[in-house]
């Protein structure tokens, strides 16, 4: 028996290829154990390496019983460079699905009407993409990826080869590595009163 096939997702459908880092980022995210996702390798995907989003027929289904998607450019060309996901780092790549489970879990909390709202506005709103995408980020922080969110960033910014305007939209619609670093740190220091609370 493989290895994974002893760590068993409830409702998750996952390529061989990240079955792992998948595995380590939704171990991160306990709350979405039984929420169905499908990640899933798809072609042509605008301007971003993946994209959460909930099952179109179920955005009017009670929220505990919404199943999402997670897609997966299977190689994305900006501006003649083709860069592909699965050729990153492992620990960006979770910190990439990391990042879109925040997704989910920012719309698990709302509303079908909210949902269709937050698409509208999506697709037409730079700051509100800032502010959706500052909003996945928070959430994967945490939830314990700070480090793999940083790597990512620090990848996508100094490591790669894409070109200067796609790091600069990076640059302007998601948390900095030092807001990341600020957030990990206050994370940090709660966890610490926590502690010395019940000392």
Known sequence: MKQ?????????????TIWREAYVA??????????PITL?????????FMQAQPSF???????K?????????????????VFTVTSAPSEVIIGWIGHE???????????GIDLLWFGIRYLTSKNYIREAERTADTYAVNHGLGENI????????????????????????YLSQEEIVELVEELDEI?????????
Do not use: C
Not at 65 to 81: A, G, H, Q, T, V
Not at 155 to 163: A, K, P, R, V
């Open 150 to 173: 940083i790597a990512t960033k620090d990848f996508i910014l100094n490591q790669s080869n894409l070109s200067e305007k796609y790091k600069n939209r990076i640059k302007k619609l």
């Open 4 to 16: 994974k096939d002893s760590l068993k997702f409830t409702n998750k459908i996952v390529p061989d």
């Open 65 to 81: 019983k919404r199943s999402y998607y997670i897609f997966i450019n299977e190689k994305i060309e900006i501006e003649d460079e």
């Open 57 to 63: 027929w179920g955005i009017f289904k009670n929220r």
């Open 26 to 35: 939704l171990s991160h995210y306990p709350e979405l154990k039984d929420t």
């Open 101 to 111: 489970l925040g997704h989910v879990m920012d719309y698990r909390n709302r509303s």
């Open 40 to 48: 899933k390798f798809k072609k042509n995907i605008k301007k971003s």
């Open 191 to 199: 966890k610490e009163e926590k502690l010395n609370e019940k000392d």
